[in-house]
């Protein structure tokens, strides 16, 4: 059996990954240390949603790359929104440039389909957004954000 720590493609399109900047294994160019115990058996999605189940409303979800471990636990698991304390998320750029295009943080440019599903099925979960981890924004500035993002998502993501 296989073991996996997490989704290894994106939901769609291929793979694309920016060694300049993630480094050769995507965690920088951090030498780390070797792991102390074997990967969990089960990948990420499974995880986030046994764990959510098992502690409904304590558990703060922290992504901090490609949302497909989300989307695919959203899509197992439609009631998770209502099953986590909350969400925050390290991606997308709002009134900023972006660190993979003018307009796109790489966390959300990986696999947009999985930032689309992340977002369409769990609006209500992220109250706030980090801005380029320099500042909050307010719940005004949010809800524009997450219209723009779903123009901008349901354009990119239309079947040609």
Known sequence: MKQELECEQPLVKALETT??????????????????????????????????????????????????????????????????????????????????????EWNIHVDPHAAKASFDKSAELAPKASDGERRYLTDAELDTAREDAKKVMDEFCAEP
């Open 19 to 104: 060694p300049e900047t993630h480094g050769p294994r995507g965690v920088g160019y951090a030498e780390l240390a070797p792991a102390r115990r074997p990967l969990e058996r089960e990948e990420a999605a499974t995880w986030i949603v046994e764990l959510a189940r098992a502690r409904p409303g304590e558990i703060l979800l922290v992504t901090l790359g490609p949302l497909t471990n989300l989307a695919v636990a959203l899509e197992r698991e439609p009631s998770l929104p209502n099953l986590l304390a909350g969400w925050v998320l390290m991606g997308g750029a709002y009134r900023t440039a972006g660190n993979t295009t003018p307009t796109s």
